[in-house]
């Protein structure tokens, strides 16, 4: 499976971006969708998940600010972030995890650079 998005984007302070991360076979085959960052210096955190029934989960750094969706039909991932801050450039990957049997098999994106300039 791979998943593909942008290298990199950046925006200004308050600005908007939207990420998408593109799946090679169908997402409905994963138990959870999820988008994780990881910022210079600190170590790669989740900020958003998407379950398969489509409970949607964020950190509280990005709560109300962050929205994490999906399309079945273009098995695409999105993340949708607005009022960005400094504090949110980062490094963003995109995430899947399915089960074989009882083993977690997760997937990652190659990671795109966001940066937001004051």
């Known amino acids: 499976v791979q998943l593909q998005g942008l290298e990199e984007d950046w925006c200004r302070l308050g600005g908007s971006l939207t990420l998408s991360c593109v799946a090679s076979?169908?997402?409905?085959?994963?138990?959870?969708l999820a988008w994780y960052r990881r910022a210079s210096g600190s170590q790669r955190e989740m900020i958003a998940r998407i379950t398969h029934g489509g409970k949607a989960d964020y950190i509280d750094s990005v709560k109300g600010r962050f929205t994490i969706s999906r399309d079945h039909a273009k098995n695409t991932l999105y993340l949708q972030m607005n009022d960005l801050k400094p504090e949110d450039t980062a490094v963003y990957y995109c995430n899947a995890l399915r089960f074989d049997d009882l083993d977690p098999v997760n997937y990652w994106g190659q990671g795109t650079l966001v940066t937001v300039s004051s």
């Open positions: 076979r169908s997402i409905r085959d994963f138990v959870t």
